[in-house]
């Protein structure tokens, strides 16, 4: 399998090269995404005597997909962030008496409403799924 990844790697670096494409070698990683229960688990891309290091999942502008192309991770994610930001807001509306419901309401439009909805179109159906 050595030779499939320099073909492929110098088939990446010429492509690279011809669309004036220049990849971060710190930032830049390597997903297999496969709907296969049997995959080959290691993939070894090197460009420009870089390594990429391979991964499971990735975030991709603010979207965590994973390597089966699930969004479950990206739920998770989400899931988290509001419990954090609810957390906040609660808290502070125990110390300070004085919020009325309607600022916290603009608060949690401002705060929670666009987390829960950011990139919706994309991962809205992986919440009818069981999981």
């Known amino acids: 399998m050595e030779n499939y990844t320099n073909i492929e790697t ?32 290691a993939v070894d891309i090197y460009l420009n005597n870089s390594h990429f290091q391979q991964v499971d999942k990735i975030k991709y502008l603010g979207i965590i997909i994973d390597s089966k192309f699930k969004l479950t991770e990206h739920i998770k994610y989400t899931t988290e962030r509001c419990t954090k930001l609810i957390n906040a807001l609660s808290k502070s509306a125990r110390i300070n008496r004085g919020l009325r419901h309607e600022a916290l309401k603009t608060i949690y439009k401002g705060a929670i409403l666009p987390q829960l909805l950011y990139a919706a179109p994309v991962w809205i159906e992986a919440i009818k799924k069981r999981m």
């Open 10 to 41: 110098s088939k990446i670096a010429k492509l690279s090269n011809e669309n004036k494409l220049h990849f971060n070698d710190l930032k830049s990683k390597v997903m297999l995404i496969s709907g296969r229960r049997k995959e080959r688990k």
